[in-house]
């Protein structure tokens, strides 16, 4: 038996995204109980536990979607696009809210709005996890109109009438996009301008004022960076693949969509591995899971 690109990047994709969904699930559990116990949650835990459990959900409904794809049965019952849809909003927003939360907290603007929002973050963060699911929720609906056009464009017969439905479900795939997936991806990105501007002029000042490299800011503000700037690289081929896949213009049976597959969802899995590494909690109970290895064996 050959073994095709297609197949062998269609098992690696699979095997990886077990192994994500291990690692997500950890520091749902590890958050979820630290949650659950006292009852209150730093607020940048908060977002981490909510993202941490949407990637769980992600990674799993990808698997499921992309092999029913693969072997025909989406194309009779396409029951978990309308869940992956909304999981994937979320998903979007919950990471752009990630970074929107390290700039703001993070960044040493003097303008009155970064002081004034610097102020109410922590306590914002309830209502942008909400709206995250509101998004999820538009997302939804939709997809569930997208479905209908879909179906009318298969039940007619009338070839003119066929035609207008195509081109109404292009043009509303294409603003569907837009607003759920491109809009998040854009506010990710100029979190990461801001934190390299305020980065930037916070250097200037040590420079001219203080001189000192090694600050508490200069740390918080490279630290964000690498983990954002890192991620960018990935959630800018996530947003490509994602347009891509609305113009069809690869499918599933190509390598090359498998092949970015594989390295989209990579990089998904290492920006959790660098968040459950930076965050306190994670390390203690990974520190006290492995110590509890060893000891069994």
Request: hydrophobic content about 50%; aromatic content about 18%; overall charge positive.
């Amino acid at each position: 038996m050959s073994f095709s690109p297609t197949l062998i990047f269609a098992v690696i994709f699979c095997v990886q995204s077990l192994a994500a969904m291990l690692q997500n699930g950890f520091m749902v559990t590890v958050l979820g109980r630290e949650w659950l116990q006292s009852q209150a949650l730093p607020a940048g835990d908060m977002i981490v536990a909510c993202l941490a459990a949407s990637r769980f959900c992600l990674h799993g409904l990808a698997i499921l979607n992309n092999l029913l794809n693969f072997f025909v049965f989406w194309y009779k019952n396409n029951y978990l696009g309308i869940p992956w849809d909304f999981i994937n909003t979320v998903t979007f927003w919950l990471t752009s809210w990630l970074a929107v939360f390290y700039c703001v907290k993070i960044s040493s603007f003097s303008h009155p709005i970064f002081s004034w929002m610097k102020w109410r973050i922590s306590r914002s963060v309830p209502k942008l996890l909400f709206l995250s699911l509101f998004f999820g929720g538009l997302s939804v609906i939709s997809s569930v109109t997208g479905s209908i056009i879909a179906f009318q464009m298969m039940a007619s017969k009338n070839c003119t009438l066929t035609y207008s439905w195509k081109m109404l479900y292009g043009y509303f795939y294409r603003y569907h996009a837009l607003l759920m997936w491109v809009t998040p991806f854009f506010l990710f990105l100029l979190s990461i301008i801001l934190l390299m501007l305020s980065l930037y002029w916070h250097l200037q000042q040590m420079r001219y004022h203080s001189p000192r490299p090694h600050d508490h800011s200069t740390q918080a503000h490279t630290t964000a960076l690498k983990s954002l700037a890192f991620f960018l690289i990935f959630y800018t081929s996530y947003v490509l693949l994602l347009l891509i896949s609305t113009t069809r213009a690869i499918t599933i049976y190509d390598s090359w969509y498998w092949a970015w597959e594989v390295i989209t969802y990579t990089g998904i899995s290492l920006h959790s591995a660098i968040l459950m590494l930076s965050s306190p909690k994670s390390r203690k109970a990974l520190k006290k899971f492995s110590h509890l290895c060893v000891a069994s064996s």
